[in-house]
């Protein structure tokens, strides 16, 4: 099942239309904070029926209440730096209030001279995990999503802190549509790619990474219990504008596209670019 968040309420992606469902849940962290899983959607009435270009997407998750993230977590990405192979997951949290909607414009603050894009796989748990085993963390996760983990390179340098490098408004666009676990073809090979102005730059698997998502989140999870609701950024695999020492500029458009969902766009701005409704990226509490 695949699921967005409108501003009409939430829907189930069927047959490449939009079916809107009667449901009071305003967006599915929601139904996560309260279910533990999406499948209470499966049963929803439809209320009607309409084109999923005629819809308008919003933060599917409402504002997480934890995004975590990790460093160089693929293969690709360590070979590409000479870095060696980390022995333990380089974890971070990232400020929620960064996280913003998809098709948002991102305004990148004057200060900053050298942001990057980084598709990745996001991972949303359904049902709280702490101290779990390998073999639990599957069975907890309510859907995988696309992210795009924005970086202030120049800032990750200079201070070395990739929670004030990541936690800018807007630095975490995700969405749009969730995808439920048992949807996946192969989870142990879910595929990313990133794309700039048409341009494709990243395309690798989640099979390349060098935690995969259950050892990921069972590490994590023996030092901080996850919550339904919370996010987990899945690391980025070779081909950032690092890599390339080629950074975003104004009027860039970033496009992730992870497997089972839609695919993620963001347009990158100045704020001299940026018209009074661009700097309202973030999504509201609930």
């Known amino acids: 099942m695949q699921v967005v968040t409108t ?51 919003t933060a599917p998750l409402g504002r997480p209440r934890a995004v975590w993230g990790v460093g160089l977590n693929y293969r690709s990405k360590a070979a590409r730096t000479g870095r060696g192979l980390p022995e333990q997951p380089i974890l971070y949290l990232a400020a929620s209030s960064g996280a913003s909607a998809p098709g948002a414009q991102v305004v990148i603050p004057e200060s900053v001279t ?23 963390v599957w069975p907890a996760i309510a859907a995988i999503t696309a992210a795009n983990d924005m970086t202030a390179r120049d800032v990750m340098r200079t201070t070395g802190t990739p929670a ?18 048992d949807d996946l073809a192969d989870r142990d090979a879910i595929r990313v790619r990133t ?19 259950p ?19 899945t690391g980025t695999p ?24 839609l695919p993620l ?9 940026a018209s009074p409704r661009d700097l309202r990226l973030t999504a509201p509490a609930s």
């Open 7 to 57: 501003l009409a309420g939430l829907g189930r992606i069927e047959d490449g239309s939009l079916a809107l469902l009667d449901t009071a849940f305003p967006h599915v962290g929601a139904v996560l904070e309260q279910e533990g899983s999406l499948q209470c959607l499966t049963s929803c009435a439809v209320l009607r029926r309409i084109p999923l270009d005629e819809a308008t997407l």
């Open 265 to 273: 766009v963001t347009r990158i701005v100045r704020p001299s670019d």
């Open 164 to 181: 004030l490098a990541k936690s800018y408004p807007g630095f975490t666009p995700l969405g749009p549509s969730l995808c439920t676990p």
């Open 195 to 213: 794309r700039v102005n048409g341009k494709l730059l990243q395309d690798d698997t989640s099979a390349g990474m060098i935690f995969p998502v």
């Open 114 to 136: 050298e942001p990057d894009y980084e598709g990745e796989i996001a991972i949303v748990v359904g049902r709280r995990l702490y101290r779990a085993t390998e073999s639990e």
């Open 238 to 261: 070779a081909g950032t504008g690092q890599d390339r020492a080629c950074f975003l500029a104004d009027g860039d458009e970033v496009r992730v596209e992870v497997d089972g969902v």
């Open 215 to 233: 050892d990921l989140l069972s590490r994590l999870s023996w030092f901080a219990a996850l919550e339904p609701g919370d996010v987990v950024l």
